[in-house]
Every structure is written in C-alpha cells, then in structure tokens.
C-alpha cells in the first residue's frame, strides 16, 4: 500500500431482526415441552413395542440435545473476542449445528438397521396406543415448531432445531398413520414402514446440517452468492479497473464477510470508489462486514500492466505480469474478460 493509503475500508454494522434474549426464551420453552414428552414417549413406546414411537423419541433426543448445544452455543458466541480468538467465539453455533447433524445421522443408521429388521419379522404392536400417543405427539410439536418460528432463523443454529423439530412432526403424523392401519388392519409391518419415514427425514436433515456447516468451516461463499458474478459487478463500478484477491466467506450464520484489493484509474477518488463499493456490497448483497484495499493502477503493490486494461487494447500476453505476487483467484477486469 501506499503512503496515502486508500487501503482498508472497514465496515460491519449488524442488524438482527430477533434479540439472543428472546431467542433463548423460545428455545428454552421448546426445550421443556420437548424433554417432558419425550419421557412419556420412550415409556410407552417400550409397552407398546413401537419402534416407530421408539424412533420418534430418538428423533426428539436429538431435538433436545440440539437446543442444549443451540443454548451453550449462543451464549459462547456472546462472548467478546478476546486474545488469539478475534472474532470471538462466533462459529461454536456452528460447531453445534454439525455436532446436531452428525448425531442425526448416526442415529438414521441404527434405526434404519432396527426397522429392517422388523420388516421381515415384525412384533406384534399395540396400535391405539401408539395411535394415541403420535397425535399427542403431533400437538407437542406443532407448538414447539411455532415457537422456533419465532426465533431468529437466520441462525444456522436455530435453523437447525426448527429443521428438526419439523421432521419430528412430520414423524409423529408417520407414526399415527401406522398406528391407525395397525389397529384397523392388523398390518404390523405398518410400523417399520413409519419408522423408515422417520430415518428418511432424519438422513434429510442431518445431510443438509452437514453440509451447511461444512461450508462454513472451509470459508466457501454464502448460498446464493456467486463470487464471479460480485467480482465482475464490482469490476463495472465507476473508476475501477480491476478486483482480485476477492475473498467471501461467512463468520458464522447470517455474518458474511468480504475482502478485496480493488485498482481504481490513475486520478480517480479511492476513498470515493471505497463508499460506493461498500454500499453496493451492503445493499444489493447483504455483506455489511467488508475490507477493501483500493490503490491507484502503478501505485507501489499495485501492477503496472493494468494500465493498459479495461477499455484499452490489452497488452501482450508477453507482457502481461502477476497482478499480485501470489495469486489468490480470479481477476476481474473492466471490459470483457475470462475467470
């Protein structure tokens, strides 16, 4: 950079349209609902020799257990930054929400392996009671699913106990279907058939958990941003002759954040092109948290060739230099060019 550095414009305002505190009521009021019935469940489920009342429950462990870890995370993710953590504790939400989507997996898998089993042999099932027990079930978890709504959702891990607890739901009306066939029709396999609803569920949500984690933790781009796309938008802006080292990537669920080193045309207002980039990330994006480096083309750190890009006949490809001393991605360029 240089000695009238246009560098690092910095911006990171937040808005949340959901306090934590209210967050954490919804989440705790779940969380009571949820672990009371969750103990009736698991004993009838054993008297009524219900796996699919079995698995409900162990979806509805799992439910809890996330809102635990959802609990713990946010109030970890309260905390300042401080010493080598300098965005604080901000992805233990996210630590959460995999740990969650692990779980659901492996718990797919041996009740996937049970309800097999009692395909081919199946026990005999108390079905009114297990008729009666599901539709309970159904009320518990549509209360529970009204009140995560109510929470901010925007985090991956209040996302991921809704996700949750919806399956549940749609497990619990599963369950109470079988129940019904097995007490009008005597058709036991009803049940292993309700449970493997339930496994397909949970597989479902603990796949896209997984997924969504993992892209957070390897710093990909946000859902719904194509980093070409933003480099060549921010490319076309005003003054700019070239973006590179253009980094996205979310601090957590909800934060996006963005770095670049942006080259404005000899003479042009860095501050000025600064703003504007700002405000276009933070209006048409939704990154509020952005760093830009901004140097005039032929400025020390910034190439010389570049100079002849943009509108310009393009030098040589002789001539053409490293726009940085070690790349780190596309270029983009003013004028038509290749990522």
Not at 138 to 148: A, E, G, R
Request: hydrophobic share 45%; net charge negative; proline share 4%.
């Amino acid at each position: 950079m240089t000695e009238h550095a246009h560098g690092q414009g910095h911006d990171h305002s937040h808005a949340h349209g959901v306090s934590a505190d209210a967050d954490r009521r919804w989440l705790r009021g779940a969380l009571i609902l949820l672990t009371s019935y969750l103990a009736i469940e698991v004993v009838i489920g054993v008297v009524a020799q219900s796996l699919a009342l079995i698995a409900d429950a162990a979806h509805m462990l799992t439910d809890a257990v996330s809102i635990v870890l959802a609990l713990i995370a946010m109030r970890l993710a309260a905390r300042p930054a401080r010493g080598g953590y300098t965005y604080g504790l901000k992805r233990a939400e996210i630590l959460s929400a995999q740990a969650n989507g692990i779980t659901l997996l492996l718990l797919s898998v041996w009740l996937g392996y049970e309800a097999i089993q009692r395909l081919i042999t199946p026990p005999a099932v108390t079905g009114g009671l297990v008729l009666i027990t599901a539709l309970a079930g159904v009320v518990i978890n549509l209360i529970c699913t009204w009140m995560l709504s109510r929470a901010n959702r925007s985090s991956l891990n209040v996302e991921g106990a809704y996700q949750h607890i919806l399956t549940d739901l749609f497990g619990f009306i599963a369950t109470a279907v079988s129940g019904l066939i097995v007490l009008t029709t005597g058709f036991r396999q009803a049940d292993a058939i309700a449970s493997l609803v339930v496994v397909a569920l949970m597989l479902r949500a603990g796949t896209s958990l997984v997924r969504e984690s993992g892209r957070i933790f390897l710093e990909a781009a946000p859902a719904g941003v194509d980093p070409d796309a933003l480099g060549d938008h921010l490319c076309a802006a005003d003054q700019v002759v070239e973006v590179h080292d253009l980094h996205i990537w979310q601090i957590t669920s909800g934060q996006p954040a963005l770095s670049a080193h942006i080259l404005v045309e000899p003479g042009g207002d860095c501050h000025k092109v600064r703003r504007s980039l700002q405000e276009l990330l933070s209006g048409e994006y939704g990154i509020a948290h952005a760093t830009l480096q901004v140097d005039h083309v032929g400025e020390q750190g910034a190439p010389d060739d570049v100079l002849t890009l943009g509108p310009r006949p393009g030098p040589a490809p002789e001539q053409q230099a490293e726009h940085c001393a070690d790349a780190h991605g596309p270029v983009h360029r003013a004028g038509p060019h290749k990522h």
